[in-house]
């Protein structure tokens, strides 16, 4: 069966400064269908590097990436905006909610990008998804109005608007309070029993534990996953 | 996503940045209106003077004797006693045909009596033919006649202000004032015409007949006169009218071929490109004044924008991310741009020609608002805004969307 994510001897390197910086030194690794990965690894290992990569955020300097079958590598910006769109959705350590909109308007605008929903439809998508995120009542309320937990939950509803079959998360927990922390991987593990696949980023065990695989990296490698270890 | 969508997302984005729209569209609403505002004052200004200048005589061309004396000071224009009556008659006869009516002016500065009543103003001695010449015309009474011009007859007409001033709220047709301690009878009372240029009072005057001026309020021996007004039939025939009555004159007053000219003319078409200069000038200085406030007004804009920058490339990268590509980026930030440009232009626009009425009205200056100007502003200004809004995004439109989201 092909893998939903695939890469192979995938490098990214930074060339500022004397010496070249080898943020992902040769990677390569396969994520299927309905898994719920944590990337780990000290701080500079390349664990954003990676996951931006996968994200299609970013593009990687040399390295092959089959998302869903497609060849990624050497897509043109707009077709990658369009895959980020449809297949792809995220949630960041510091929420990046447009300022000064309502809870709904952000969660209604990646459908805005792709268009498939009408006005009301999307409204009610995005209520519905406000509501499964637990924030059924505070539609109206603009990101500064918001707790740091909801604002990332307003973040998720967001990151599921266009029903994307993978959610990419970086350090998710990073900017929260514990009891914040455990709400949003209780949330996690829902929508990855759900069916969804998530690709998470934390350097924190007690987040990472919530995961059912592990790959941890070590300067631009990856040193250890132990679904590669089961085998 | 549509056009029309997208459209959308910009209208939210300007109204979700209140401030800084309000900002930007001010940037752009002050450098227009200061644009058009000074642009429309100095144009009407400069139309004003051209309209009093020829409102000062029909077809006008004045003739002022010149003293020349060696060793003596130059004393302007008016200031010789080589030109009498007889020119001025004598150019009426000869050029017929080019001049339609001629009269000399006999200026004489004198104290003025009615019963208990005091003031002081320049008579002026003419001949029936002045109030065709200035276009002035009779609020009561009448102007003296070709009979009282002949006979000296101590008759006059006088102004609106020395009317109020002597008279009050009397009656001054055939009434008698003192002219120089000398009896005058009032025959008519002129239309006002209020200030000149020059903020004189065109209506604090007394006219009567410049034989009687020289006669009994000049007391001189010598029949000068101050100068000569003609009115011409066609100002076509300017330069025709100037070489003859420079040749009447030579000859009148017998000047040999190497000695110069002893009287000078001046024509309202002189005056005019004087003016014409003058203003010219001003124009230039208000096209600097105006150019600077635009500049201001643009610097404002640009600063506004670059200091959303930051903001504004975390939303772009933000917006990439969630599935915005390039072009819908590109386009929002155009369309936001545009529709800043356009609200402030047009508020700029009528603003500028608010403040320039206002202005006007409590200054009664007229006001011309050239479309010249506003298209100039309004593109200026607006092409700061497009570029300065549109600026942020194009650059953020190359970057990938995790280097705008990590932009600082
Ligand atoms: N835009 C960049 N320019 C230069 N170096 C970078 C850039 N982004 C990341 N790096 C470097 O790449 C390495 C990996 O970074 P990153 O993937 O952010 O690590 P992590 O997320 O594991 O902490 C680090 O050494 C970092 O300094
Ligand atoms: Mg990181």
Redesign the pocket.
């Known amino acids: 069966m092909a893998h939903l994510i695939e890469i192979r001897d995938m490098y990214k390197i ?1 060339a ?1 400064g004397d010496e070249p ?1 080898h ?1 992902l030194d040769g990677v390569s690794v396969s994520i299927d269908e309905g898994e719920f990965v944590a990337i780990m ?10 996951l931006n990569i996968l994200g299609c955020l970013d593009t990687p300097t040399k390295g092959t990436y089959l998302l869903d079958g497609i060849e990624v590598a050497g897509r043109s910006r707009t077709e990658l905006a369009h895959i980020r769109n449809e297949k792809l959705g995220f949630v960041f350590q510091n929420f990046n909610l447009l300022p000064r909109t309502s809870a709904i308007e952000n969660v209604e605008l990646p459908d805005l990008y792709l268009g498939r929903l009408g006005r009301r439809a999307r409204r009610r998508r995005a209520l519905e998804l406000l509501r499964r995120v637990g924030l059924g009542g505070r539609g109206t309320h603009t990101p500064a109005q918001l707790s740091g937990g909801q604002q990332q939950r307003v973040a998720i509803a967001r990151a599921l608007m266009n029903k994307p079959p993978v959610l990419f998360a ?1 350090e998710p927990t990073g900017n929260l309070d514990t009891k914040s922390s455990i709400e949003i991987m209780n949330l996690f593990t829902e929508l990855s029993r759900a069916g969804i696949t998530i690709v998470m ?1 934390t350097h924190e065990d007690d987040i990472a534990a919530y995961a059912t695989r592990h790959l941890v ?1 070590k300067d ?1 490698h990856l040193v250890s996953d132990d679904k590669g270890a089961a085998k | 996503m549509s056009l029309w969508m997208i459209f959308k997302v910009a209208v939210l984005a300007i109204f979700r940045n209140k401030t800084r729209s309000l900002l930007t569209c001010l940037g752009i609403i002050f450098g227009i209106a200061a644009v058009i505002a000074v642009l429309a004052i100095g144009k009407g200004a400069s139309a004003m003077m051209v309209a009093e200048i020829s409102q000062m005589g029909n077809n006008l061309v004045m003739v002022f004797p010149e003293r020349k004396q060696a060793g003596v000071v130059h004393q302007g224009l008016g200031g010789g006693q080589n030109m009498t009556a007889e020119d001025v008659i004598a150019i009426k006869n000869e050029l017929s045909h080019l001049v339609q009516f001629a009269s000399p002016q006999v200026n004489a500065f004198c104290q003025l009596m009615h019963q208990n009543k005091n003031w002081s103003t320049r008579v002026q001695g003419v001949s029936v033919d002045f109030p065709d010449i200035k276009n002035w015309t009779m609020k009561e009474g009448r102007f003296f006649n070709e009979q009282e011009e002949r006979r000296a007859s101590r008759v006059c007409v006088i102004g609106t202000s020395v009317a109020s001033n002597l008279f009050g709220e009397e009656e001054p047709v055939g009434k008698t004032m003192r002219i120089k301690n000398m009896a005058f009878k009032v025959v008519g009372v002129l239309n006002s015409k209020g200030a000149n240029n020059w903020g004189d009072d065109q209506d604090d005057t007394v006219m009567a007949p410049y034989t009687t001026v020289s006669r009994v309020l000049q007391g001189s021996a010598f029949k000068s006169i101050n100068m000569m007004n003609l009115s011409l039939y066609d100002m076509d025939d300017l330069d025709e009218a100037k070489r003859e009555i420079t040749a009447i004159l030579r000859q009148r007053h017998k000047l040999a071929d190497y000695q110069d000219d002893d009287f000078e003319t001046r024509d309202t078409t002189e005056i005019m490109n004087t003016i014409g200069s003058v203003t010219g000038l001003m124009t230039v200085l208000l096209t600097v004044v105006a150019a600077i406030s635009l500049l201001v007004g643009g610097i404002g804009i640009m600063n506004i924008m670059l200091v959303s920058v930051t903001e504004r490339i975390k939303e772009i990268g933000l917006r990439m991310a969630i599935g915005a590509t390039p072009f819908m980026i590109l386009t929002q930030f155009l369309l936001e741009a545009l529709v800043l440009s356009a609200v402030g232009g047009v508020i700029g626009v009528a603003a500028g020609i608010g403040v320039a009425q206002a202005i006007g009205a409590m200054k009664h200056w007229p006001i011309v608002v050239e479309a010249g100007s506003a298209i100039l502003a309004f593109g200026f200004s607006a092409f700061v805004g497009i570029f300065f809004g549109f600026y942020p995004a194009y650059r953020a439109s190359k970057l990938n969307p995790i ?1 705008c989201l ?1 932009y600082e």
């Open positions: 930074y500022q910086v943020a690894g000290a701080s500079g290992s390349g664990k954003s590097t990676m970086d980023v990296m631009g | 280097d990590r």
